[in-house]
């Protein structure tokens, strides 16, 4: 009863050993934090502080987590999440849930000497809007940089969200 109770401390499970599928990615595992902004022609632009946790369970695939603020209130805006799943050709698939209710399957390739990830949507679900999302992800002086860009039923694809992002 003392683990139930909260009186006695369990020590942290060790970190599963990295599967291969994985490992050219692993510099992205861990905590991510910083700054982004926002807008798209039909809304206002909008700055958002972001954190981004990409994690492994010594499976072929990581975990991935997304959740943004409002620099000025400190309000939850957005957040995401879902499993990204590289093989070893390059190539990697990823499913994403977002808090609006949209699903995301996205396909692409991986380049990690030069770290970068470029994602193409394959599927967006339960949108009535949105019809396309690319995302590409890229390491500039040891930080995290995205871009995403959006195509809805009314706009081609456009720039969306760009962030830069350091590891915690």
């Given at each position: 009863m003392e683990g139930i109770t909260g009186n006695s401390a369990s020590p942290a499970p060790p970190s599963p050993p990295l599967h291969p599928?994985?490992?050219?990615?692993?510099y992205l595992l861990g905590k991510w934090?910083?700054?982004?902004?926002?807008?798209?022609p039909t809304i206002k632009s909008f700055l958002y502080g972001e954190e981004l946790?990409?994690?492994h369970s010594g499976k072929p695939v990581i975990s991935y987590s997304q959740k943004t603020w409002n620099l000025a209130s400190g309000e939850p805006m957005h957040a995401e999440t879902g499993y990204w799943r590289p093989?070893?050709?390059g190539s990697i698939e990823v499913v994403i849930a977002q808090s609006t209710g949209l699903a995301e399957v996205q396909k692409g390739s991986y380049d990690a000497e030069n770290k970068i990830v470029t994602l193409k949507?394959?599927?967006v679900g339960n949108a009535s809007k949105v019809k396309d999302i690319t995302r590409v992800f890229t390491m500039?002086?040891?930080?995290?940089?995205?871009v995403v860009?959006?195509?809805?039923?009314?706009?081609s694809l456009q720039p969306h969200?760009?962030?830069l992002l350091k590891k915690l």
């Open positions: 599928a994985v490992a050219p990615l692993s934090r910083g700054e982004g902004e926002g807008g798209y946790v990409f994690s093989r070893p050709d949507s394959e599927l500039q002086n040891g930080e995290l940089a995205y860009q959006m195509a809805t039923h009314l706009t969200l760009k962030a």
